[in-house]
């Protein structure tokens, strides 16, 4: 792939979009290589995923403008669906994924972050939905997930306004959830990843799925969901393992996702 690259480090997968000549914006061919590398993630054997942009400068600055600039209608509904299958395949991706935000985070890039479930960001991040400034509405779900994130206020104002925003202001309207050196970044998005991967994957994978599928409903139905989720940890391995570690007083648990 000439513009994701994938590794691992134990349980924890790495994906790092490549394009820094473009500050990592997204092209079609970026997110043909995203998806692919999503196809590739052996979720048996990964247990969280840390997505990050390669460069001191930039995490995704954006959706590609060069690309979007002579779009039709029909190809610009095309794009933005593109991005929006890929993005919504990461929000519900079985392991959670956590966003290294390195830099700026424009746009398609502010939105691909919000599609993951954790965000960390480096001091130099820069946050924003510039769209209406370009002429465009947010297209990779940006109307959406800011507001759920941000609550409709804080982000109505920031689509409206096209104003960016420094790191220090993500983390005091809850965009990210930290805020670390551009050096300590990537190893604390890493431990945390490794963190998560230490508990029982099918927990892990049912919390998430419980609190995605929970927001989205009324209460007296989210709370059927989450006991469909957990009852479904019941009679694992991992659940016999944990409360026999438990009771046993033994801390070593060997998780073995089923
Ligand atoms: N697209 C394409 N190229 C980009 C880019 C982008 N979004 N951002 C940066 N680049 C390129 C620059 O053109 C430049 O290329 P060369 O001229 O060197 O060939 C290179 O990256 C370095 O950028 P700069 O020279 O501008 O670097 P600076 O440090 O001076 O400035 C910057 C960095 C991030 C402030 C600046 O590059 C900038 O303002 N970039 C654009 C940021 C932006 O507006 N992003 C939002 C894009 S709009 C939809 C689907 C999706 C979307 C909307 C609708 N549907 C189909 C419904 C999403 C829209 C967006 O994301």
Do not use: W
Request: glycine share 10%; hydrophobic share 45%.
């Amino acid at each position: 792939m000439a513009f994701v690259t994938y590794e691992t480090e134990g349980a924890v997968g790495i994906i790092t979009i490549d394009r820094p000549k473009a500050l990592n914006a997204l092209n079609s061919e970026v997110l043909d290589d995203l998806n692919a590398v999503l196809d590739s993630v052996d979720v048996d054997v990964i247990r969280c995923l840390v997505l990050t942009g390669a460069g001191e400068k930039s995490f995704v600055a954006g959706a590609d403008i060069g690309e979007m600039s002579s779009l039709t209608v029909a190809e610009g509904e095309a794009f933005g669906k593109k991005g929006n299958d890929i993005f919504r395949r990461i929000e519900t991706f079985p392991v959670p994924v956590i966003a290294a935000i390195n830099g700026f985070a424009l746009g398609g890039g502010c939105e691909l972050s919000m599609s993951c479930d954790i965000r960390f960001c480096s001091d130099n991040a820069v946050f924003g939905q510039p769209e209406v400034g370009l002429g465009i509405t947010p297209g990779f779900g940006g109307t959406q997930r800011l507001a759920r994130i941000v609550g409709p206020g804080m982000a109505k104002q920031m689509i409206y306004t096209a104003r960016n925003i420094k790191a220090d202001e993500a983390l005091r309207i809850g965009l990210v959830n930290a805020v670390y050196t551009q050096e300590e970044l990537l190893p604390a998005a890493k431990k945390t990843a490794a963190g998560i991967a230490k508990n029982a994957p099918i927990a892990v994978r049912n919390c998430k799925k419980a609190i995605n599928d929970g927001l989205e409903v009324p209460m007296d139905e989210a709370i059927v969901i989450e006991e469909k989720l957990f009852g479904a940890c019941f009679e694992t391995h991992d659940q016999k393992e944990g409360m026999s570690a438990f009771l046993e007083k033994r801390k070593e648990k060997e998780f073995l996702n089923k």
